[in-house]
């Protein structure tokens, strides 16, 4: 009996590490651009941009290429860590070259293929033309795009790889920046446990299912499923933050904008805190306290927010805040954090 | 379907006639630019702005862009929108004028955009070359990353009415873009210029040689025109309200002086 007990685990362990085994291949293996089933058509123009294999692996490399910042030293992959879903682990600010701080948190590398804006002001509307920030930016890369260029036109892997990926060894912008792309757009988060009960593939625990429906009642009009962000830009009521910044405003130069930030996803908090446009909550439950009791007036506060009566946030109980951590915690894609097909 | 666009196509070639592009003869246009009756000289001459300030140019350049001519019986020639983007940078004897090709004739006024066009500004990767590449000149860079779009005119220089910057100078800059927005409306600071050739010349434009429509530019209006700026209340004018108000002086800084036929 205890024999058969071991052999039972020992099977069971085979069973699963085969299994996981499988699903490590799967994923490591390119297989283009694929939308997976409970997702909606991507955003991105892929008529203009097909995401090749030369394409994504020139792309792969550019984003940990440290060649992209002035004195070599910060790669995009330094502030986008794919163990922390591509967000700047315990970093509030984005902290980039020379030690230099920035204003905002570095945001995920994260189904981008199905945004419309870019950072967390939207002042971007193409991912394309999203790499030119942090490459030019004085806190980030502080790099010209001229100069990377340059030092890629001289490098001796380079221009065979673009040749590879473009027909050509030409270096110019528009292949740099689609290369980047065609690596960004495979940043596909789509394998946690909420996506494969989506797919029938699996089930919700009832804790998990009560977590479930409190989120469709409570947050699901701002964090719309499957990406869990509706890319609205709104305020979500945490006050002005220490900088000032105005958010979304700087872009319109609309008052109504002023301190709204495009709403983030829930997938992978596990992996991404600290939360928010400034990184200035470093738990879970600190953005859930700020919702349920520590929420005052601020301009253009969300109008979903506003309970009467000068009150403001989102009622969740003891119990409730239990049964939402289950289910958010469904959010959080192993697979992608460890995707070799997305590693270094 | 496909007949459709075909006849979609044909019809708009029918209001543009299609020219053949070997037959077309050559079109400059200069961008002198000045400031009142003076000429502008980079770092060197000082000028004074309606508010009364002293002020230096160290840096100028503009985007010229969708030129257009018209004969004196309103026939128009638009330049194919890939041949039409300029960069005017003083200081450097190969970007002060745009050279265009036009189908031969007498051409009474011309027509182009100060700035870049919310289509290209909002246009593919791919269709961004030449001047339009955010690699091109990114020292003196033209394009703002963080808000995507094209910087249509900078302006910089120095003031003692400036206040200290942090590199410790008095310096004034103005760079002025804005396109209207992608998706939220904002500021539209494209400018749409059109001068009439009669009075100083018009263009005979002829196969082998060069027309040449000589524009003064009297970059002093940047400051003085309608809104008269001070460079002690407005030291930096960027993405802002504001900038309309510059934008709005600009867009009559330009006048025919003559054409070299």
Redesign the interface.
């Known amino acids: 009996m205890r024999k058969l007990k071991v052999t039972g685990i020992l099977v069971a362990i085979l069973v699963l590490a085969s299994c996981k085994k499988e699903i490590i291949d799967k994923v490591a293996e390119f297989t283009g651009f694929q939308k997976p089933v409970n997702f909606p058509e991507p955003a991105y123009?892929f008529d203009?941009n097909p995401v090749t294999r030369e394409g994504f692996e020139l792309g792969r490399k550019l984003f940990y290429e440290p060649r992209l910042s002035r004195n070599n030293t910060v790669s995009c992959g330094s502030c986008h860590i794919q163990t922390s879903a591509f967000t700047h682990h315990g970093h509030d600010v984005s902290h980039g070259i020379d030690d230099r701080l920035g204003k905002r948190n570095a945001p995920p590398i994260m189904n981008l293929a199905w945004h419309?804006?870019f950072?967390h002001d939207?002042?971007?509307?193409?991912l394309?033309?999203q790499p030119?920030?942090p490459?030019?930016?004085f806190e980030e890369m502080d790099e010209?795009?001229?100069?990377?260029?340059k030092k890629l036109k001289a490098h001796p892997q380079y221009p065979g790889l673009f040749a590879k990926a473009f027909g050509s060894e030409e270096i110019?912008?528009?292949r740099l920046?689609?290369a980047l792309s065609q690596f960004m757009v495979m940043c596909i988060s789509a394998d946690s446990k909420y996506d494969s009960v989506m797919r029938n593939e699996s089930s919700f625990t009832a804790e998990e299912m009560q977590g479930y429906e409190l989120f469709k009642q409570k947050c699901a009009s701002c964090h719309k499923e499957p990406l869990f962000t509706d890319l609205s830009f709104r305020n979500n009521g945490i006050g002005i933050g220490f900088n000032g910044d105005v958010g979304r405003y700087?872009?319109?130069?609309?008052e109504a904008?002023r301190y709204k930030f495009k709403v983030p996803s829930l997938r992978n908090l596990k992996y991404s805190a600290p939360y928010t446009h400034d990184g200035r909550f470093y738990t879970l439950d600190a953005v859930l306290d700020k919702y349920s009791t520590g929420m005052r007036y601020v301009q253009n506060i969300d109008p979903v927010l506003d309970k009467g009566n000068s009150t403001y946030g989102i009622d969740i109980s003891d119990a409730e805040r239990v049964y939402l951590k289950a289910f958010l915690n469904t959010l959080n894609d192993e697979h992608f954090v460890k995707n070799k097909l997305l590693s270094e | 379907m496909a007949g459709l666009l075909f006849l979609a196509s044909c019809k708009k070639e029918g209001k543009e006639p299609e020219y053949n592009q070997n037959e077309l003869a050559p079109l400059s246009v200069e961008f002198d630019n000045i400031v009142g009756g003076t000429n502008l000289y980079l770092n060197a001459t000082t000028y004074t702005n309606a508010a009364g300030e002293d002020y230096t140019v160290s840096l100028l350049q503009y985007y010229v862009s969708n030129i257009k001519v018209y004969k004196a019986d309103g026939t128009e020639y638009v330049v194919p929108q890939d041949s039409s983007y300029f960069l005017i940078k003083e200081g450097d004897q190969a970007s002060g004028s745009a050279l265009v090709n036009v189908p031969e004739g007498d051409y009474a006024r011309l027509v182009f955009t100060l700035g870049v066009d919310s289509l290209r500004s909002t246009m593919d990767i791919d269709k961004r070359t030449g001047v339009l590449d955010p690699a091109s000149g990114m020292d003196n860079g033209m394009y703002w990353g963080w808000n995507s779009g094209y910087i249509f005119l900078k302006m910089e220089g120095l003031s003692a009415a400036a206040p200290v910057d942090g590199s410790g100078q008095n310096k004034f800059r103005y760079h002025i873009g804005g396109f209207g927005g992608y998706s939220a409306p904002t500021i539209n600071n494209i400018k749409e210029i059109s001068i009439d050739l009669n009075q100083a010349g018009v263009a005979k434009v002829r196969k082998g040689r060069t027309s040449n429509i000589h524009l003064m530019v009297d970059i002093g209006k940047v400051m003085s025109g309608t809104t008269t700026v001070s460079i002690a209340a407005n030291p930096t004018v960027m993405f802002s309200d504001f900038s309309t108000k510059i934008a709005a002086n600009y867009a009559a800084m330009f006048s025919h002086d003559h054409t070299e036929n």
């Open positions: 123009h203009t419309n804006s950072n939207g002042g971007v509307f193409d394309d033309m030119i920030v490459i030019t930016t010209t795009l001229e100069n990377v260029l110019t912008s528009a920046l689609k700087e872009i319109t130069l609309n904008d």
